[in-house]
């Protein structure tokens, strides 16, 4: 390993190509990663411009490119970017699908990128999902060759399932296979489930381009967010394989992925960056670098020797820090005060290094859950322990939620109404007119139509109720539990729209009207359909603009950061870790059904089948168990936490 050098003080060696296999670009944000390959696309436009020559584009869809395909319409309408030049060939289409459905690529790319262009569309090509099956083979063959006589792909837009898949080339996918009709991964099915309203409308096939076809491209930019880590990870410093599709990448001489932040973090350069090159050891870069060593050694931390730090490449943090036995005592001690049973602070207590302050007690909590449900899903034993330990408890509920209301809950509880009115002897004229014009919307509702409002307002009552029922089993009272309906989200569809001054606004305004001594939001960069982090920025900037105003309240006032229902703090960054008994975690999962309408069927669960109340449960006992593993008491569960810096 390098070692600093007083003689040398500008050596420098980066060993980061040594891992990974393929150029990788790493954009602090999704955005920046954008505009870098938008701009990537414009310069190849424009030299094929003046040459007078076609400029043939590979073209991806799903989630990922739409702030790349944001970007390109921005420069044909500000910077005046032609692409009258260009012929695009889209990688995939699901099967059988109708092609005005919201759900088709043809519809998505329309929708995103094509009608805000001066493209020619005879030369936009997508695979057409509608045709009959015996035509579908002929159609492909038919698709090949358009891309031959158009001179082949100059560049080609990629994105990455979680299952490693480019295009919808699923595991085991030839790397000699050309465009054709497949079955999708049960995986890729639940991936896209957001699309539709559930895993059951989603089609069981679809027409891809094939890797062999990818590969043929002259250059291949993959783009990967959030949630993709591991299996970016995996790609560009694994074997190539075809059970990982996007691994057969390495053998093409002129490809790049392109990825946010967190779509990094498990690059050997990223998560172990002292086997890379040289490293600053801070005290959190230790605390990193011996929880992985003890985890992957499987001994606790106090266990580990001067063999041990030398053997996993950290002879440097010795040369730079002194003995093992000391390393271990700084690091176990982190872990150690991290723990507490006092989320709020242990009154009338001077714990050092405890997460939290004694005084003032009680606090004023502010819980920010992004959809009705993440309060209790995410944080619900700390939830009701705050309460429990004489806390004044508030919950924002940032969004209605109504969107992940099946159609069945909606006559269901209007036949309710109708019938609580009519138990009662209240007039239910109104009641019945209202189930009658549903059930009939319903009955004929088509798969890509979004519900008129009056549909999402019932839908959005469901989940305010189920809330307040919730808050109810905590023990909180009805005036403390706010729902704020942020507008951003009120689109009826997946698609939401950009955080607006009114969704600031509203929420400064609970902010003001509490004034927390704690806050507590979903702190998920990676939501998979980004509510989640649309709701933390509208956080954040609230919080920052009541600072920039000089509220009194707000310079005692921390935040907290929880994950979602889909993944956790890596243990090494939290900061705040909150046990539970196993009655306390049969406490929580009793709250969490009381959300009848997220269970048996989750409606946006991204890649995970499992319902909620599993999802979590298992995720804290995996904390506890880490904590167990490094040599701390071993609890049944744990929630985990990260405070914000503002």
Not at 81 to 109: G, K
Not at 130 to 148: D, N, S, T
Not at 458 to 479: F, M, Q, S
């Amino acid at each position: 390993m390098p070692h600093k050098n007083a003689s040398m003080p500008s050596l420098k060696i980066d060993l980061s190509d040594s891992f990974e296999k393929i150029p990788v670009k790493v954009f602090d944000t999704p955005k920046t990663g954008s505009k870098y390959v938008a701009a990537e696309i414009s310069t190849l436009i424009r030299q094929k411009q003046q040459k007078n020559e076609h400029c043939v584009l590979g073209l991806a869809t799903g989630s990922t490119p739409i702030s790349l395909y944001e970007e390109l319409v921005r420069l044909h309408r500000e910077e005046g970017l032609s692409f009258r030049n260009v012929i695009s060939f889209n990688l995939d289409e699901y099967y059988p699908l109708e092609r005005d459905a919201l759900q088709s690529y043809w519809s998505f790319m329309h929708r995103h990128l094509f009608n805000h262009i001066d493209m020619d569309p005879a030369n936009i090509h997508v695979l057409n999902g509608e045709l009959p099956k015996e035509e579908v083979k002929q159609h492909c063959l038919a698709f090949e060759a358009l891309i031959a006589a158009s001179g082949g792909i100059d560049l080609q837009v990629l994105g990455i399932g979680n299952n490693g898949h480019i295009g919808f080339n699923e595991p085991g996918s030839s790397v000699l296979s050309k465009t054709r009709i497949t079955s999708l991964d049960n995986n890729t099915r639940i991936a896209n489930a957001y699309e539709f309203q559930n895993i059951s409308q989603v089609p069981r096939m679809a027409i891809t381009m094939g890797i062999s076809t990818i590969l043929q491209a002259r250059r291949i930019l993959l783009m990967a967010w959030g949630m993709k880590a591991p299996i970016v990870a995996k790609s560009v410093e694994g074997q190539v394989t075809e059970q990982v599709p996007a691994s057969i990448l390495q053998q093409h001489n002129d490809c790049t992925f392109v990825i946010d932040e967190v779509a990094s973090a498990e690059l050997t350069r990223i998560k172990m960056p002292w086997l890379t090159g040289e490293c600053e050891w801070t005290p959190q870069m230790i605390k990193r670098a011996v929880v992985n060593t003890a985890l992957k050694l499987q001994k606790p931390v106090l266990s580990l020797t001067s063999h041990d730090y030398n053997e996993q490449g950290l002879s440097d943090l010795l040369v730079e820090k002194g003995e093992a036995y000391d390393i271990n005592l700084q690091v176990f001690y982190m872990l150690r005060n991290s723990i507490t049973g006092w989320p709020g602070g242990k009154p009338a207590s001077d714990i050092p290094d405890h997460p939290e302050r004694s005084e003032p007690h009680p606090k004023r909590c502010l819980i920010f859950s992004p959809h009705p449900d993440d309060d209790i899903i995410s944080m619900g034993g700390t939830f009701m322990r705050l309460h429990d330990q004489g806390h004044e408890v508030h919950v924002a509920y940032q969004t209605s939620g109504n969107i992940a209301v099946t159609d069945e809950f909606v006559t269901r509880f209007l036949d309710f109404a109708v019938g609580f009115e009519e138990q009662f002897g209240i007039d239910n004229q109104k009641s019945q007119q209202v189930l009658a014009d549903a059930a009939k919307f319903l009955s004929h509702k088509k798969m890509n139509q979004v519900d008129p409002p009056e549909i999402r307002s019932i839908k959005g009552l469901i989940r305010r109720c189920e809330a307040n029922a919730t808050c109810r089993y905590v023990g909180l009272t009805k005036d403390r539990c706010h729902f704020l309906n942020l507008p951003f989200y009120e689109t009826g569809t997946v698609k939401k729209q950009p955080m607006s001054e009114e969704d600031i606004r509203i929420t400064m305004e609970v902010l003001r009207k509490v004034r927390p001594h704690q806050v507590y939001c979903a702190g998920d960069l990676a939501d998979p359909h980004g509510t989640h982090k649309v709701c933390l920025d509208i956080v954040f900037e609230s919080m920052r603009r009541l600072k920039k105003a000089g509220e009194p309240w707000i310079k005692d006032c921390w935040v907290w950061l929880y994950k979602g229902a889909w993944q956790e703090w890596a243990i090494e960054d939290i900061q705040m870790a909150v046990p539970m008994s196993p009655e306390q975690v049969m406490k929580k999962r009793f709250g969490i059904f009381i959300h009848q309408s997220q269970k048996d069927m989750v409606p946006f669960q991204g890649s995970d089948s499992r319902e909620f109340w599993q999802r979590a449960e298992d995720r804290n006992a995996h904390t506890a168990e880490l904590y167990a593993l490094l040599g701390l008491t071993r609890y049944a569960a744990m929630e985990a936490f990260v405070r914000w810096m503002y």
